[in-house]
């Protein structure tokens, strides 16, 4: 009997009115669940529980909890212990630049309140991380919202809120990562908000943005000049007026980031933008004993013999030397170093080559296909977004292909790569969303009947 004959056979009970009560309730609890605030809440919480039940505060201790934020948690002990902004390694170094300011500070504030290298301190830091985290669904969900619709950003807000990778950042890890995601999708969402009202108060926060940006972890910097160009290109029609607020902006993050120069100036005798330890980085993955990754034993951070090197030369003097070093190896090896360049690419992607073990089982393989899945996914969103002309794909398509370079050349961990996995997971979630509820086609296979 087909669907039709038995509704006619059988006709459907007319539906029950429900009470207006239950109404009511039921659209109240839609309602929260739509609600980006409720979303805020649920992935802090979710994120305070993971720390305060998983004991992921509980750092552990060896070589005077090193781990505790290395270079970062050095330099803020150093702050907090009143020696300064400086001493990276174990040994007394005196002021550095090794780092941005931004988090060391921010991470001595809270030694100097509730102790260097403290249990208190270890769950604070990473219940600010996990504040930054939570705060990342908004930016997605506002974001989502411009380029892909409301739904589409719900269910990346939603994802950033539970998925247990993105979780994992914030509440292990003592680093600028999640601030950095966090700060990355705001600026892709001022640029949008600009072209849509180009006010004055917009421009000027865009500047400090870029200013605390810069402050915080000076590689988004290459994604500025994108961001200001598609800006330009979408309000051309008032070119005049948009240059001028464009310098402003300019200004504004010139200003504000000054102090640090001038302090860097002043301390090593010579400009230092920011940081001055990207020399070292690519000579630890270029190098005879690298094969394209990242070699930690020869790292001050890590190897006895090259932190008193650090110690007796001084800091500058030693970064200039390693980049020599790394200069040198390149142009004597141009060949390996593409070959290198290739690989990072590979690792950036799909994950960099780490031993994962359950019990006798390898998990490696898996980890590595997680990752190229969700690249595959981010990619295959951009493709489609390019295609369908959503606005802002240009932005997302720049966030993905720019960023990335530095870490090409020196070293592609994993925690480099959250930066920009909130605009990944949009992009997913943009692909699904326009895959959802399509039908597939598959082709007919005809029996093939004897002598035909």
């Not at 170093?337 to 960099?352: C, E, K, Q, V």
């Not at 369908?388 to 398509?397: E, K």
Request: charged share 15%; aromatic share 14%; hydrophobic share 50%.
């Amino acid at each position: 009997m087909s669907l039709d004959a038995a509704e006619a056979k059988f006709p459907p009970k007319a539906a029950v009115p429900a009470p207006a009560s239950s109404s009511l309730e039921l659209s109240r609890r839609h309602k929260l669940f739509r609600s980006p605030a409720f979303i805020i809440v649920v992935a802090l919480l979710l994120r305070l529980l993971v720390i305060t039940a998983g004991h992921t505060y509980r750092i552990t201790p060896r070589r005077d909890h090193f781990q505790f934020g290395w270079e970062m948690g050095r330099i803020a002990r150093s702050v907090a212990t009143g020696h300064g902004f400086g001493n990276p390694t174990d040994l007394e170094t005196g002021p550095t630049a090794w780092e941005a300011p931004l988090y060391p500070y921010l991470l001595a504030l809270v030694f100097k309140v509730l102790g260097v290298y403290s249990l208190a301190s270890a769950w604070v830091i990473l219940a600010l991380n996990s504040l930054f985290s939570a705060l990342t669904c908004l930016v997605v969900y506002r974001i989502g919202q411009r380029l892909f619709g409301s739904t589409a950003a719900r269910w990346a807000a939603w994802t950033w809120a539970l998925f247990p990778y993105f979780i994992y950042w914030p509440v292990r890890v003592v680093w600028e990562t999640s601030l950095s995601a966090l700060l990355l999708c705001l600026a892709v969402l001022l640029p949008l908000r600009l072209a849509e009202n180009p006010r004055r108060r917009e421009w000027l926060l865009l500047g400090l943005l870029w200013s605390v940006i810069a402050l915080t972890n000076p590689t988004l910097l290459s994604f500025l000049p994108f961001s200001l160009a598609w800006v330009w290109w979408r309000l051309r029609g008032r070119s005049v007026a948009v240059l001028a607020n464009i310098a402003l902006s300019l200004l504004v993050c010139s200003l504000l980031i000054a102090p640090w120069l001038v302090r860097n100036y002043r301390v090593f005798g010579e400009f230092v933008f920011i940081r001055d330890n990207f020399g070292l980085e690519v000579h630890m993955a270029n190098n005879d004993q690298s094969g394209g990754l990242w070699t930690r034993s020869e790292h001050p951070g890590n190897n006895p013999e090259a932190m008193r090197q650090f110690a007796a030369m001084g800091e500058l003097p030693f970064m200039k030397a390693e980049q020599r070093a790394a200069f040198t190896f390149i142009a004597a090896h141009q060949g390996e170093f593409l070959g290198f360049f290739a690989r990072r690419i590979f690792y950036f992607w799909a994950g960099n080559p780490q031993e994962a073990l359950a019990r006798s089982w390898t998990l490696a393989p898996a980890r590595h296909l997680a990752f190229l899945l969700s690249t595959l996914g981010a990619f295959a969103g951009l493709w489609l977004a390019w295609r369908h002309r959503v606005r802002g794909t240009f932005l997302l398509a720049c966030a993905l292909l720019v960023y990335p370079i530095p870490y090409y050349i020196a070293f592609p961990a994993p925690r480099y790569r959250h930066a920009i996995e909130p605009e990944m997971l949009l992009l997913i979630i943009y692909a699904l969303w326009l895959a959802h509820g399509r039908q597939v086609r598959w082709p007919r296979l005809r029996r093939v009947e004897d002598g035909k």
